[in-house]
């Protein structure tokens, strides 16, 4: 009791589930924005490069920018450009709650590269979360895959390519964050949300997609989203990634699609039985033995 009682006292914990809360509600947002899914992607990174840009004024917080430190901030904004786009656009497949779950299959993402680049150990209870994550999927999907609209598969795809852009676009921030001395991280978020904008904007100008924005409603949507999700929320888990350990961050972050789903059932009504119910619990709790799976090797 008492090591859960620290747990929430710390400081750094605190900040990153503050953060998950508020970027669980980016699938609310966007579905309450009555504009295109790379329109509701754009207008997040947009306004909230607008909302940084002010907190960067205002706290005269710069960082000193290298030829390598901007590149891995484009590189940053590309790699979220393509998470969000797909992302948003998995959305209007299959909704805020399962698309927000898809994207965080990141965890087995971050686990290989753990591995890989820093020759984290692999647990048995790993290789038993991927088949238990599948499982789970098709119990809140449907069992019977050859049952499933186009759409509904494409919209599954789309999540499942997030969860890879999000895993490269964490490494890269987490790199960002722990490079050099004078770093600032308003300074950074503002950057990667000024090149993501520049992608999304860019795709937007080839593809002919309209920058117009409805009506108040959806006005009120993108500005949240900008606001909350983009400034705020990430704000506070980029200050703190640096503390925690990579694998223990994205536990953390677990509180987001399992809140991101609870909005989906309440607030769009979204069909949901006994057998989606034990899924989501199934599919959470495989991510979590992805995350638990690796160790780090101190």
């Not at 680049?117 to 048995?124: A, G, K, M």
Request: hydrophobic share 50%; charged share 10%.
């Amino acid at each position: 009791m008492k090591s859960v009682t620290m747990f929430f006292r710390n400081k750094d914990i605190a900040q990153v589930l503050s953060g998950a809360f508020l970027i669980s509600f980016s699938g609310v947002w966007v579905k309450l924005s009555h504009v295109p899914p790379t329109a509701s992607a754009f207008y997040r990174v947009f306004l909230g490069f607008f909302f940084l840009l002010v907190a960067c004024l205002w706290r005269r917080d710069y960082m000193k920018l290298t030829s390598g430190r901007l590149l891995l901030m484009v590189s940053c904004g590309l790699l979220f450009a393509l998470d969000l786009y797909c992302w948003h656009a998995s959305i209007q497949y299959i909704g805020p709650g399962l698309a927000t779950i898809l994207g965080n299959f990141q965890v087995f993402v971050l686990a290989a590269c753990g591995v890989l680049l820093f020759h984290e150990r692999i647990r048995p209870r790993f290789l038993l979360a991927i088949p238990l994550a599948l499982t789970g999927l098709f119990m809140v999907v449907g069992i019977n895959w050859n049952a499933l609209s186009a759409d509904y598969k494409t919209g599954i795809y789309l999540g499942l390519t997030t969860a890879v852009c999000y895993s490269g676009f964490l490494l890269t921030l987490r790199k960002i964050q722990t490079d050099g001395r004078s770093y600032s991280f308003f300074f950074a978020l503002m950057l990667i949300s000024l090149s993501c904008s520049v992608f999304l904007g860019g795709h937007m100008l080839m593809s002919g997609d309209s920058f117009d924005i409805p009506d108040t409603q959806s006005l009120l949507s993108l500005i949240s989203l900008g606001l909350f999700s983009q400034t705020i929320g990430w704000a506070l888990i980029a200050n703190a990634m640096p503390k925690i350990r990579a694998s223990f961050t994205g536990l953390i972050l677990l509180l987001q699609p399992s809140l991101a789903f609870i909005w989906d059932v309440l607030f769009f009504h979204r069909p949901t039985d006994l057998l989606n119910w034990v899924g989501v619990i199934v599919t959470l709790t495989a991510i979590y033995l992805g995350l638990t799976g690796s160790q780090g090797k101190e």
